[in-house]
């Protein structure tokens, strides 16, 4: 397949290009002129340079392509510019799908995220969950809320799009979870907040695959879930802590990481600055949680993900070979 990535130097979109490359594919990657291109350093692949609302770069870029992979987005929880997040990843979104439906793209395979159905309370929901929040936990929750139903309007007009729905995307390089885990092994993670909340785990080159599977398989208008299981934080730091015998990080009490996140906050917001704690993460570890069930990838992808302590195990592996 002649493949397009949009967000192609990112951490999903980066691992997508190399598992795209190891099959023997084409790939185009649409990257903005101030990206960093460290992640597509060893990819043979043709850059388009534009912005993800630019419908001439979409245009040259999407010329002769069969598959359109949009994993391109604003991903950030706290202090966020709110405009922009909603530029990218809510117009942004309009723009590849006006331009894949105007230029004739035969599939477009969009990256969503699991916060689609909002806080489901622990209950744990498949594709078929209609969400029950009325309001939203974040900015970031409400673009790819409002992308997500884009979409969903384009495939009712006969676009073929497919929606990859991951949960906590892990990875070495990952810009999330990967710094803490490194922070973790060398001994200087001392303190952490909200062992009890739960999170979605799913390895970037497991969704990758899931990805390219979806390209292939799947019909239009179709949600995967991708997800490997989930595990509470105090769960996964004690994996951690039996492979590598590094002790697991005290737990901040929960009145202070609140008051803490309630004073950083409007400093903050003040100094544009992101405080290590702020109202919406606080709200994402201690009030809001959301729990999947991956089977319809498994049954209809044949999509089989590494478990999660493997996908934790294989970090550790990673970072004592990077260091």
């Not at 870029?61 to 994993?71: E, P």
């Not at 409007?266 to 009030?287: A, C, K, N, T």
């Not at 996908?311 to 970072?319: A, N």
Request: proline letters at 3%; charged letters at 20%.
């Amino acid at each position: 397949m002649k493949a397009l990535v949009t967000g192609a130097n990112g951490f999903t979109g980066s691992h997508l290009v190399q598992a795209l490359q190891k099959q023997d594919n084409t790939v185009v990657g649409l990257v903005r002129k101030s990206s960093n291109l460290e992640r597509l350093s060893n990819c043979n692949i043709q850059l388009v340079y534009g912005d993800i609302t630019d419908r001439d770069a979409l245009r040259a870029a999407m010329t002769g392509i069969d598959t359109v992979f949009h994993t391109a987005a604003y991903v950030e929880l706290g202090i966020v510019n709110e405009a922009e997040m909603e530029r990218v990843n809510v117009e942004g979104t309009q723009a590849v799908l006006e331009v894949a439906q105007a230029v004739g793209v035969s599939k477009v395979v969009y990256c969503s995220t699991i916060g689609i159905f909002g806080d489901t309370k622990g209950q744990v929901v498949n594709e078929t969950f209609q969400r029950t929040q009325s309001d939203f936990s974040s900015a970031y929750d409400r673009t790819k809320y409002q992308a997500q139903q884009l979409v969903d309007q384009f495939v009712k007009n006969g676009l073929s799009v497919v929606s990859i729905l991951p949960s906590g995307i892990f990875g070495i390089d990952d810009p999330h979870f990967g710094s803490v885990i490194q922070l973790f092994l060398k001994r200087k993670l001392k303190v952490w907040a909200g062992g009890d909340r739960i999170t979605g785990i799913v390895h970037v080159d497991d969704l990758a695959s899931a990805m390219i599977l979806a390209a292939e398989k799947s019909q239009s208008g179709e949600y995967y879930i991708i997800s490997s299981g989930d595990l509470s934080t105090r769960e996964m730091f004690k994996i951690l802590s039996q492979a590598t015998g590094i002790p697991v990080p005290h737990e901040v009490p929960e009145f202070l990481v609140r008051l803490a996140g309630n004073l950083l906050n409007p400093i903050g917001v003040l100094l544009r600055w992101q405080p290590p704690l702020s109202r919406e993460r606080v709200h994402y570890i201690y009030d809001r949680c959301v729990r999947v069930d991956a089977t319809k990838a498994n049954n209809e992808l044949n999509w089989y993900p590494r478990s999660i302590s493997e996908t934790l195990l294989e970090l550790i592996d990673c970072v004592s070979h990077h260091h």
